[in-house]
């Protein structure tokens, strides 16, 4: 499964699959913080192998959901390999993006289409856009979240703390913050190089 990948690589991630299976959704993003300090310390000509060996294991296991595309968006921001954009698109003139972000955030952190609804309206509702309907939304993949939150780096750095509270909203609709919406909360903040907006479990700490 990883006979793409250095062998040293691999043999090393064998050893660290069993202890990594083990750890909670929890704590996925708070270990990742940890390694990223460390991570920046690599020359520049690693970056450009480490995220080709991110590929590579991502492509091997056949696994890239939300939660391996946040973890990756949020290693290639931190970790410079990114380019930074000058947005200068209006908020306004961004709708179909932000509804693609927005209604992935709601079905990732909802069980039912009911609870995500609920939700994608309640963020929905705080920007400056008409009413739609979130069961005609289509169920977005990966492709489709990395094109529009490409395109979101593009709009006016003043207007991104809007769709962020936005977000927020949407993650702590239903009084709770899963691992996968704080991954893509966390995601998009970084990749729109906009601070999180304080969350439910902030204000409760």
Known sequence: MQSNLPPLLADRLQELDEPLGRLPAGRRLPLLELII?????LEPQDFVS??????????ST??????????LRIVERNLGMQRTVQGRLPLAALGNESCVLLTALARAGNAT???????FLAA?????????????????????????????????PLQKPQLLKAMARCIEHD????????????AVADTLDCPMPPLLSDRQA
């Open 37 to 41: 300090p460390a991570l920046k310390q």
């Open 50 to 59: 480490l995220k080709r060996d991110i590929g590579t294991l991502l492509i």
């Open 62 to 71: 056949g696994q890239l959901g939300f939660m391996e595309w946040a973890l």
């Open 113 to 119: 289409e009911q609870a995500a609804s609920a939700a």
């Open 124 to 156: 929905w509702s705080t920007l400056p856009f008409t009413a739609r309907p979130f069961a005609e939304q289509p169920h977005a993949g990966i492709s489709e979240l990395n094109d529009a939150l490409n395109r979101l780096n593009q709009m006016r």
């Open 175 to 186: 009084g709770r913050i899963s691992a996968s919406e704080a991954e893509l909360m966390r």
